[in-house]
């Protein structure tokens, strides 16, 4: 090869040379080869390892998701592409298992100690853990198993590292295990986490009660409360007792983990009651109201809440007894009763000034400030919310300074529309809640920020922020509801098979719950549902309960939605002088006058849908127009039945969107589906490829091979073939 490189100068060829950048180290004569190329004539290129967005994009292509692929891998193009390779689940490649097998084998008994104690370090294995045995160091080293990193050994990856700890032996790792723990413990200082990491992997159940309550305390202060919930769950299934029960409460329930708080609440009750502590047992009694109405166990939680205070009312001088009051305020402003809601919250306020107790008073005067937002008193509202987020985040209280933004945001929203405010709102209560691991919340506002998109237009922007939040985890209950809410909508104005399944889990989630503010907002998606479909007596049907829940309650924006669904199904409801804006114009039958203060707010479907009920011509083309701009299907097909009946002539056909250039009239998600169907994927594997519910996966799929006019997936293939020179591929 050196022979060759030199004739290169004289040669008009090209001689290209590939060669590990650790072959360099390990094989002298490569080395030389490469020195003894005439310099003139040579280009070394080295390729950095893989960005991250490279190998979000190969994951991509390869119909997977990228996870934490780029921080195991380090970029390194052989083990990204083995791990994309590799069957799902795998967490080692078996091709990167045999490359780091062969490197092994090509070491001393001593080196390989070394390598195997380092692989059970995750990151890296201080120098002084090996005992510094410089000459098993430096062959592990020159063998690439190994880097020095400052004191410190480390594998170039970690996926390296996970290869070889997956060859020790269960018995010898769980000895390396200990030994790394007692090294760690004697020395001291050594961050409580990683000593819990290694206790639990070394079975020592004395050494997990004594350390993870210290690890957990340490992460949730950090605002790791997921991790903080791993480190108390670790605590109690080693024996430890109602402290740990006490931490995989309150983490679950910020984690948003709902069922498992339940559980580990009823069990602290039972430990409770048992003892005869009546003061945490109706301590206890408010949690679990708390965790029953987040599982959107609404009537549960009411009864839970009246044993707590029973309870309580023999401790007038504690908090305890103050928080209960305030839950109860709490429960009744979720309920829209504004009047008791104040004075129970007012109420909790002046027992918790009196004790002290900043905690309570954050915690009341969110329940206050929620009822006065949106009323006359809304800037009064706004400032106590803004008082009890910043009382609650001085004292370390993420949960009721989290509570306070979100509300906030939420009452904005739901009242007051036309403030514009209200997306500062959103976007900082998401932020917080992001920022602190409070899954629940993010799950939640991630929900309500979709509502908003979809109120302004960006609709797009809304399935994204409806999927991620009903992506993230398996949180049940109130967490879910706006999201299920967003997603039908969308689906029912797009036309997609799936919009009732998804209407309806809304209304059943919503039922649980029995408040308005859930209710309103499905029942209007589901009227709306019906109208699309020409079902206008099932209209006033879908929303008749939720419209009289709102009367009685005189929450304005709620009421004049679903009033305005029953006037459209032909009843007659009253119009009332605090009706917003759009909707009085509209009961009045200005519908021009309603799109024009839908257009100042902001909210171009309900401007277009109400030019749709204009008695001229020229607006509801200009409804029409706006429909399909949107891509509401379905809305824009139902405008232009009624657009024929009244005898319009000229009705634009539409943009020619993919749908139509696509086989059979397919939308793009059913494209791409049937492009997954064609190339042998299974329903979970399209999915994964594209991100969404099996259940919706299944939709899509009944659809492609109804509008193919095929009965199986095979048949698909072949119509595929069929079309194909009609489509011009």
């Not at 590990?20 to 080395?31: Q, Y």
């Not at 809640?433 to 919340?441: I, K, Q, T, V």
């Not at 922007?461 to 909508?489: K, M, N, Y």
């Not at 209209?539 to 309960?545: P, S, T």
């Amino acid at each position: 090869m050196a022979l060759l490189g030199r004739r290169l100068v004289r040669s008009p060829g090209c001689l290209v040379l590939t060669c590990r950048s650790d072959a360099l180290s390990d094989r002298p004569e490569v080395r030389r080869v490469l020195g003894a190329l005439p310099r003139d004539c040579v280009r070394r290129i080295e390729p950095p390892a893989l960005s991250a967005e490279a190998v979000a994009l190969l994951a991509r292509r390869a119909g997977r998701t990228a996870d934490d692929l780029h921080a195991v891998s380090g970029g390194n193009p052989f083990f990204v592409t083995e791990a994309l390779a590799a069957p799902a689940g795998e967490t080692v490649p078996a091709s990167v298992r045999d490359a780091l097998a062969a490197r092994l084998s090509g070491i001393g008994p001593a080196a390989r100690a070394v390598v195997e104690l380092a692989a059970v370090v995750p990151g890296p294995a201080e120098l002084w853990l090996a005992d510094e045995d410089a000459a098993a160091i430096d062959e592990c080293i020159a063998a690439g198993l190994l880097s020095l990193d400052g004191d410190a050994l480390a594998f170039r990856h970690d996926l390296a590292r996970r290869a070889v700890e997956e060859s020790i032996s269960p018995v010898r790792r769980r000895r390396l295990d200990r030994f790394v723990l007692e090294a760690l413990e004697a020395r001291g200082g050594a961050d409580p986490a990683r000593l819990v990491h290694h206790a639990r992997r070394a079975g020592d159940a004395a050494a997990i009660r004594r350390l993870a309550p210290a690890a957990a305390r340490a992460a949730s202060a950090a605002r790791g409360h997921r991790q903080a919930l791993e480190h108390w769950d670790a605590a109690l299934d080693a024996g430890a007792g109602a402290e740990a029960l006490e931490g995989v409460a309150y983490e679950a329930y910020l984690c948003g983990r709902m069922d498992r708080a339940l559980e580990a609440r009823s069990a602290l009750l039972e430990l409770h009651e048992a003892a005869g502590d009546t003061l945490r047992a109706g301590d206890g009694l408010r949690w679990i109201s708390r965790l029953l109405w987040w599982s959107g166990r609404g009537a549960e939680a009411e009864a839970a809440l009246d044993r707590a205070i029973a309870l309580l009312e023999a401790f007038p001088d504690s908090h305890e007894l103050s928080m209960a009051l305030s839950a109860r305020s709490q429960l009744a402003m979720l309920a829209e009763r504004g009047e008791e809601a104040v004075a129970l919250g007012t109420r909790a306020v002046e027992l918790a000034r009196r004790l002290g107790d900043d905690e309570t008073v954050a915690h009341a005067l969110t329940n206050v400030g929620t009822v006065l937002v949106g009323g006359a008193e809304n800037e009064r509202g706004r400032a106590l919310l803004e008082e009890a987020h910043a009382l609650a985040a001085a004292r370390g209280a993420e949960d009721h300074a989290a509570r306070a933004l979100v509300n906030l945001a939420t009452a904005t929203l739901i009242r007051r529309r036309e403030d514009p405010r209200g997306a500062g709102d959103v976007e900082r209560a998401l932020r917080f809640a992001r920022e602190r691991e409070l899954d629940g919340y993010e799950q939640y506002m991630l929900g309500v920020r979709a509502n908003l998109r979809l109120l302004l237009g960006r609709w797009d922007a809304a399935e994204a922020d409806a999927r991620a939040s009903l992506a993230l985890g398996e949180h049940q209950g109130v967490s879910l509801c706006p999201a299920l809410i967003v997603l039908g909508r969308l689906q029912a104005r797009r036309g997609d098979p799936e919009a009732g399944e998804t209407l309806e889990e809304a209304w059943r989630v919503a039922v649980k719950t029995q408040e308005l503010q859930r209710l309103g907002p499905v029942a209007a998606a589901r009227a709306e549902h019906a109208w699309l479909d020409g079902d206008v007596t099932a209209v006033a049907a879908l929303v008749g309960e939720a419209y009289e829940l709102a009367v009685s309650r005189a929450d304005p924006w709620p009421r004049a939605e679903l009033a305005h669904w029953m006037r459209r199904a032909g009843e007659h409801v009253p119009v009332h002088a605090d009706d917003p804006e759009p909707y009085a114009r509209a009961a009045a039958g200005d519908h021009l006058g309603a799109a024009t203060a839908w257009a100042r707010i902001g909210f171009p479907y309900e401007r277009a849908d109400a030019l749709s009920d204009a008695a001229g011509e020229p607006a509801r083309l200009e409804a029409l127009a706006v429909f399909d701009r949107l891509g509401a299907v379905r809305s824009a097909a139902h405008l232009r039945r009624r657009l024929r009946a009244a005898g319009v002539r000229r009705i634009p056909r539409g943009p020619r969107g993919a749908s139509r250039a696509a086989p059979a009239g397919l939308t793009p998600r059913e494209t791409e589906v049937l492009e997954l169907i064609v190339e042998g994927a299974t329903n979970t594997e399209i999915a994964r490829a594209l991100v969404i519910a099996p259940k919706t996966v299944d939709h899509h799929v009944s659809s492609v091979l109804s509008k193919l006019n095929v009965s199986s997936r095979r048949e698909a293939g072949a119509a595929v073939a069929r079309l194909a020179p009609a489509r011009g591929d």
